[in-house]
């Protein structure tokens, strides 16, 4: 996995984001910069909140529908490899599907073994 800094935009109402920027250096010096450059106007920013998967907001204040608004920054981790694609799929595939079984209060692992059988087709 690949840690990676992201810059994303929001457009209109919020309900278009855009990624504007990545980076893929995560140093404190680099982290401490961009937290400057783009989240001048919330002062209880801190790099290691970001380190830990918190999501800051900055607001640009966009007159019109297409201008930027907003925006936030975030630090994820994307997978690099084929194996580790498929590993966060399946992870993913799979808390969605413990998570419906939840709200039809079907037996664990029903709604894994419908995506996987003929029922569904």
Request: glycine share 6%.
């Amino acid at each position: 996995m690949i840690t990676k800094i992201q810059v994303w935009h929001t457009y209109g109402k919020g309900s278009y984001k855009e990624l504007f920027e990545e980076f893929t250096d995560v140093s404190t010096n680099f982290l401490e910069n961009i937290v400057g450059e783009y989240l001048h106007c919330c002062a209880d920013i801190n790099v290691e909140g970001l380190l830990r998967g918190e999501v800051f907001h900055f607001d640009n204040y966009g007159d019109d529908w297409d201008d930027q608004i907003a925006g936030f920054v975030c630090v994820v981790e994307v997978p690099e490899t084929y194996n580790e694609h498929i590993f966060a799929l399946s992870k993913e595939i799979t808390e969605k599907c413990h998570k419906i079984d939840a709200e039809f209060r079907m037996k664990q692992g029903q709604a894994m073994m419908n995506v996987f059988s003929n029922t569904l087709f």
